[in-house]
T-cell receptor, first 112, second 113 residues
Framework: AQSVTQPDIHITVSEGASLELRCNYSYGATPYLFWYVQSPGQGLQLLLKYFSGDTLVQGIKGFEAEFKRSQSSFNLRKPSVHWSDAAEYFCAVTGGGNKLTFGTGTQLKVEL | EAGVAQSPRYKIIEKRQSVAFWCNPISGHATLYWYQQILGQGPKLLIQFQNNGVVDDSQLPKDRFSAERLKGVDSTLKIQPAKLEDSAVYLC???????????FGSGTRLTVV
């Protein structure tokens, strides 16, 4: 069965600092991987996705993620965090055409 | 392009009452999903439709939850009777192909008291 682990429940960074959110997945074949962001009271917005090809994926809002098969990881990064990035971030995996399995999320707080 | 529409946005009911949520997916999206997101957890799939047929309802508590997607467009999720542990945000999503990324609605926040 597919699963996703996000080890960090809460992360606090200063505005302008770099960010890395960790995601480890478990899936038997080649996974399709996603990062979503959720602001309070809002639905989930897709930041980026990986299906195949270049393992470094660029997304919206200046985010990027790197797929590392050997480490079963898909970590999300941003070089310089803005106060508006404060939200909850979810990593998800699917096998293609199937259900999305989400991690438990990482709550990001940005200090001004 | 209009997004996934859900209503109501908020609902408060007493335990043992019934409640229904409505979802209108993006036009042309054949696949529709209902997810349950309990506070502090990631969303969990309840049911997946392909057109008007059920693809996966393995995690739907069928003794109290039901869902339908008439004519392969709108969908309704019902809970009867509700329990305290059903308090959650219910998210609807749709996609053209399962691998392309889903579009989520804003969700319905249910509070059972």
């Amino acid at each position: 069965a597919q699963s996703v682990t996000q080890p960090d429940i809460h992360i606090t960074v200063s505005e302008g600092a770099s960010l890395e959110l960790r995601c480890n997945y478990s899936y038997g074949a080649t996974p399709y991987l996603f990062w979503y962001v959720q602001s309070p009271g809002q639905g989930l917005q897709l930041l980026l996705k990986y299906f195949s090809g270049d393992t470094l994926v660029q997304g919206i809002k200046g985010f990027e993620a790197e797929f590392k098969r050997s480490q079963s990881s898909f970590n999300l990064r941003k070089p310089s965090v803005h106060w508006s990035d404060a939200a909850e971030y979810f990593c998800a995996v699917t096998g293609g055409g199937n259900k999305l399995t989400f991690g438990t999320g990482t709550q990001l707080k940005v200090e001004l | 392009e209009a997004g996934v529409a859900q209503s109501p946005r908020y609902k408060i009911i007493e335990k043992r009452q019934s409640v229904a949520f409505w979802c209108n997916p993006i036009s042309g999206h054949a696949t529709l999903y209902w997810y349950q997101q309990i506070l502090g957890q990631g969303p969990k799939l309840l049911i997946q439709f392909q057109n008007n047929g059920v693809v996966d309802d393995s995690q739907l508590p069928k003794d109290r939850f039901s869902a339908e997607r008439l004519k392969g467009v709108d969908s309704t999720l019902k809970i009867q009777p509700a329990k305290l542990e059903d308090s959650a945000v219910y998210l609807c999503a749709s996609s053209q192909q399962g691998s392309d990324g889903y579009t989520f609605g804003s969700g319905t926040r249910l509070t059972v008291v």
